[in-house]
C-alpha cells in the first residue's frame, strides 16, 4: 500500500492541515515545524489549544481544577512517551503526565506540556506463575475484571476510574489491604522511563534504590511508569457486610460513639484480624433500606462496612460483635467476588456521597490525617458532633483502617512510610456552585483544625494537599532525604519538577539543611550504575 493511503498518514495530514488554520499565537513557544517532527513519530497524537477537543481532553475528572495545557501530547506506546519527553526539553516546556488524572491536588495537568499516557494499559495474566503486567494507564475497572475471570487478585483501587500509575507510586489502599498490604508492597518490579528515554527496570536486584523509591515516593518525581509486574495470589468469593448507625436522636449519638469506641478497642491495630477489612463512615443518605430516591431529604448515619477475606460463617463471626451493639441496623452482608464487593461496598444501597444518576460531577476538595493513637469518647463525639453540621449533605467523611499486612511490612521495605497508623481519616468536600465553594472548603478547614490534637502529622501522599508547606514531612517522613537522593541520580538534569516535588531537608529557617546518613542499604544502591 502506498504509503499516503497508511490510515496514521491520513491522520497525520488531517491534523497538519489543521494545524495550519490555526492561530499563530499557539505556536508562540511551538514552533509548528517541531511539533510536525514530533506528530510524524507518534502513533499517538497532539492535541493543541484551538483543536475540536482540546476542552474535553485537557479535563481532570475534578472540574475544580481548570489547566490549559500548551499542548497535549496522547501515548499510544511506550516510543510515544520518550518522543514527548523530548519535544517538552526540546522546548523548555513544564510537563506533566496523566494516567487517570485523579490527582487531588491537581498534578495531572498543568500549563505546558500534558503527556497522556491513558492508553498504556495492556494487562497480560500469567496464571501459572500468578504474575499480572499492568500498563500504568490501566484503570482498575479493567485490571479488576480480568483478575476476576482468572480467580486472582492484588489490593487495588476502590474507584473504577483510577488508573495503575499514580495509585501504585503513592501506595494504593484498597478494601484487602490490611489482607494482603498496600498495592506497592505487591510489585515485582516496575518499568520506568527516564527524562532522557532511556527505560529501566526497577527491581529488588536490579536499581533497587529506584525500586524503593518509585513504591511510595508519589508519581512525576524520578520518571515516568510504563508498567508494573504483581504477584497475585489466588482469590475466590469474599464476604461483604455493611452496617450503620442513624444520627438524628441524642440517644443515637449515644450509640455511635459506643460504636467508634467498641471498633477502637476491638478492631484496631493488633486486634484487627488480618482478613478482616474496615472501613468506617460518615454520610449523608436518603434511609437505611433501598429504594429510595438519592433526591429525597437526606439525613446523616455513621456506617461500618467491609470485606472478610475467609468463609461467611467466619465473616459473620467476626462482625457479630459489631451487629450486636445499640443501634446497629445490618444493611446487608452476603458472599461474592472481590470485583462485585468492591463496586457494591460504596454504593448499595446508596452511593457515599447520595447523588441522583444524572448528576454532573462536583467540585471536590478533600484532606487526609493519619491518626496512630486511641481517641478519648470525647474525641469521637467531637467528630460525629462537627460532620452533623456540614454545608451540604455532599459532604463525606471516612476512615480507612490499617493494621494486619499494611503495618507489617517492613519499615524501609519501601518509601511508604505509614506503617504504624491505626487509620487515615478523610474528609470530602463538595460544591456544585462556586457560591458554595467557600463554605465547603471552610467547613474542610475547620475539620483540620478539629483533627489537629489527633493526627500523626503524617498525609496519605494519594491524597495531596497544594497548600501544605510542610508536604515532605507529612508525605514521606524520614524516607524524604533517601528520595531526593534517588531523585538526584535518577533525574540529574531535574526535568521532573512539579510543586509538591521530592526536595532536599532544610531546616524551618532556610540555609544549608542537616547532614542525612543514608540507611546503608539504600547508600549501596545508590552507588551503584542506573543498569
Known amino acids: 500500500m502506498p504509503h499516503q493511503f497508511t490510515r496514521k498518514h491520513r491522520r497525520d495530514s488531517a491534523l497538519f492541515d489543521h494545524w495550519n488554520r490555526l492561530d499563530e499565537r499557539v505556536f508562540e513557544k511551538m514552533p509548528l515545524s517541531r511539533l510536525k517532527a514530533a506528530q510524524k513519530g507518534l502513533q499517538g497524537h497532539i492535541v493543541l489549544p ?38 517538552a526539553q526540546d522546548l523548555l516546556l513544564p510537563f506533566t503526565v496523566r494516567s487517570g ?11 505546558g506540556a500534558l503527556i497522556d499516557v491513558s492508553a498504556l494499559n495492556d494487562v497480560a495474566i500469567d496464571t501459572g506463575a500468578q504474575i499480572a503486567t499492568v500498563g500504568t494507564g490501566c484503570p482498575f475497572s479493567k485490571f479488576d475484571l480480568a483478575l476476576d475471570g482468572c480467580g486472582l487478585h492484588v489490593p487495588g483501587g476502590e474507584c473504577a476510574d483510577v488508573c495503575i500509575g499514580g495509585y501504585v507510586q503513592g501506595g494504593g489502599y484498597g478494601f484487602t489491604s490490611v489482607t494482603f498490604g498496600m498495592n506497592c508492597d505487591n510489585v515485582i518490579d516496575m518499568r520506568v522511563m527516564l527524562a532522557d528515554g532511556r527505560i529501566v527496570t526497577a527491581s529488588e536486584s536490579a536499581n533497587a534504590d529506584l525500586w524503593w523509591a518509585v513504591r511510595g515516593g508519589t508519581g512525576g518525581n524520578f520518571g515516568v511508569l510504563l508498567s508494573v509486574r504483581y504477584q497475585l495470589r489466588p482469590l475466590g468469593q469474599v464476604f461483604g457486610w455493611a452496617l450503620i448507625w442513624p444520627l438524628q436522636t441524642p440517644a443515637d449519638f449515644d450509640n455511635a460513639t459506643g460504636a467508634l469506641m467498641a471498633l477502637q478497642s476491638g478492631f484496631m491495630l493488633a486486634n484487627l484480624p488480618s482478613a478482616l477489612n ?42 457479630a460483635p459489631l451487629c450486636r451493639l445499640p443501634g446497629a441496623i445490618t444493611q446487608w452482608t452476603r458472599m461474592d467476588s472481590y ?31 493519619y491518626v496512630t493513637r486511641a ?26 483502617f490499617y493494621g494486619g499486612a499494611i503495618n507489617a511490612y517492613p519499615a524501609q521495605g519501601n518509601a511508604f512510610v505509614h506503617r504504624n497508623a491505626a487509620f487515615n481519616a478523610v474528609l470530602d468536600v463538595f460544591w456544585f456552585e462556586e457560591a458554595d465553594r467557600a463554605a465547603s472548603q471552610n467547613f474542610l478547614l475547620g475539620w483540620m483544625d478539629l483533627m489537629a490534637p489527633m493526627w500523626n502529622g503524617e498525609i496519605y501522599q494519594n491524597y495531596p494537599r497544594l497548600d501544605e508547606p510542610a508536604y515532605g514531612a507529612r508525605y514521606w517522613a524520614d524516607a524524604q532525604a533517601g528520595l531526593y537522593a534517588v531523585k538526584t541520580k535518577y533525574d540529574p538534569t531535574h526535568a521532573f519538577r512539579f510543586a509538591q516535588e521530592v526536595g532536599p531537608l532544610m531546616p524551618p529557617s532556610g540555609g544549608v539543611g542537616p547532614v542525612i546518613e543514608l540507611p546503608g542499604w539504600l547508600q549501596l544502591a545508590l552507588d551503584q550504575p542506573i543498569v
Not at 463496586?343 to 467540585?363: H, I, R
Open 50 to 87: 484551538g483543536s475540536e477537543d482540546y476542552d474535553k481532553d485537557r479535563q481532570l475528572f475534578n472540574p475544580v481544577f481548570d489547566a490549559y495545557p500548551i499542548v497535549i501530547i496522547y501515548c499510544a506506546v511506550e516510543s510515544d512517551v520518550a518522543i514527548a519527553l523530548s519535544l
Open 101 to 111: 488524572g485523579h490527582c487531588t491536588a491537581g498534578f495531572s495537568a498543568g500549563y
Open 278 to 319: 474496615i472501613q468506617v463512615s460518615l454520610c449523608f443518605q436518603p434511609g437505611t433500606e433501598g429504594g429510595l430516591s438519592p433526591s429525597a431529604p437526606q439525613q446523616p448515619y455513621l456506617m461500618v462496612r467491609g470485606l472478610y477475606v475467609g468463609t461467611q460463617s467466619d465473616g459473620e463471626a467476626a462482625i
Open 339 to 369: 470485583y462485585n464487593l468492591n463496586k457494591d461496598l460504596l454504593n448499595e444501597p446508596y452511593g457515599m456521597p447520595c447523588l441522583p444518576a444524572d448528576s454532573p460531577m462536583p467540585c471536590e476538595d478533600k484532606a487526609s490525617r
Open 375 to 400: 481517641l478519648a469518647p470525647s474525641e469521637w463525639r467531637g467528630l460525629l458532633d462537627y460532620f452533623v453540621t456540614a454545608p451540604n449533605t455532599v459532604t463525606y467523611f471516612y476512615m480507612e
